[in-house]
């Protein structure tokens, strides 16, 4: 395959990015997106150009460090990773254009990486549970009921990657913030910090500058792991309800 390349490049943080044309030929249609973006920097590496910066890590779907929107879609014209999207999915001769994820929270660190720290933020406000320490306990001594082991599993599988926000018109971070959430939440081992995980967590998200939700769906459409829409709605009643118990100024999802 042939193709030309139209690719965000940005000297840092700072500087005014554009975008830059490049033509790339051999491309195997097995080949990964990211393999693809390989090839190319191997070029501009032989010719003694900057190579294009982008992040990735696992190439398995699991980590979630890939973020390219291509041809206007986060993660491309599949339900799936940038890293497990493949060349089939385009034809010889095709334009594609590759830029890094559109939010005011993820700022431009350079070319296609962007600062995601904020969703690190989000969790550390909440995303956790307390446990003693010393020795595991017993494998069976919390039973889980099983609808509630899938309703958490459902949202544990949240990698972070971004996607919906760079989706969202608005910029917003709520299915990622209510994945985590209703993740711990439903759990019995969540439950000592069920009211004040999502208080902190929505108040953090909000600090964050992310825009505020209007159920929009284009974040569970982007999701490359099918978290649903409702997950936002599920989050919204467990916020109420905490709101109620918990004594203190409220801070409404937005």
Partial sequence: MKLTLRVWRQKNADAEGAMSTYQVDGI???MSFLEMLD??????????EDPVAFDHDCREGICGACSLVINGDAHGPERTTTCQLHMRSFRDGDTIDV????????PVVKDLVVDRSAFERVIQA?????????AAPEAHATPVPK??????FEHAECIGCGACVAACPNGAAMLFTSAKINHLNVLPQGAPERETRVLDM???MDDEGFGGCT???ECATACPKGIPLMSITSMNKEWLRATRKVKRSPHPPR
């Fill in 126 to 134: 909440g995303g956790y549970v307390t446990a003693p320490t010393g």
């Fill in 147 to 152: 609808p509630d082991a899938d309703f958490a």
């Fill in 99 to 106: 830029e890094p994820w559109r939010a005011s929270a993820f």
């Fill in 202 to 204: 929505v108040a953090a």
């Fill in 215 to 217: 159920l929009a769906g």
């Fill in 28 to 30: 195997s249609s097995d």
């Fill in 39 to 48: 090839t190319l920097n191997e070029e501009l590496i032989l010719r003694g």
